[in-house]
């Protein structure tokens, strides 16, 4: 069975910049190939819930929070069953375990709801400094 792993969360000072890397260990996830379907990255940090960080669907749309426009870049290389995030300008607010996901029907638009989410990665720590 495919699986998701993450790779690329660290220790940063704010300010500073990590990509996040979100790596699929086979090609297919329920019958389709890993780029028909949108992929996320969420985040949870201590005491909170899990939330909504960025998307891309399988045509390269994207969607973001609100918190992460114009610092976060959410892509994907569908040759290599890979989707990134470039994080730059961060901030102690950002630390978090981030988790990606890969959404359980195919060409579907960008979504948000984790609900919608059927392949899970383990998750990666990121910790920003302040």
């Known amino acids: 069975q495919v699986q998701l792993v993450e790779s690329g969360g660290g220790l940063v000072q704010a300010g500073g910049s990590l990509r996040l890397s979100c790596a699929a260990s086979?090609?297919?996830?329920?019958?389709?190939?890993?780029?028909?379907?949108?992929m996320g990255w969420f985040r949870q940090a201590p005491g909170k819930e899990r939330e909504f960080v960025a998307s891309?669907?399988?045509?390269?749309?994207?969607d973001y929070t609100d918190s992460v426009k114009g610092r976060f870049t959410i892509s994907r290389d569908n040759a290599e069953n890979t989707m990134y995030m470039q994080m730059n300008s961060l901030k102690a607010d950002d630390t978090a375990v981030y988790y990606c996901?890969?959404?359980?029907?195919?060409?579907?638009?960008?979504?948000?709801?984790?609900?919608?989410?059927?392949?899970w990665g383990q998750g990666t720590q990121v910790t920003v400094s302040s």
């Open positions: 996901a890969v959404d359980q029907t195919p060409y579907r638009r960008t979504i948000r709801d984790a609900a919608n989410f059927g392949l």
């Open positions: 086979g090609r297919t996830f329920r019958g389709y190939v890993i780029s028909s379907y949108a």
């Open positions: 891309i669907n399988w045509s390269g749309n994207t």
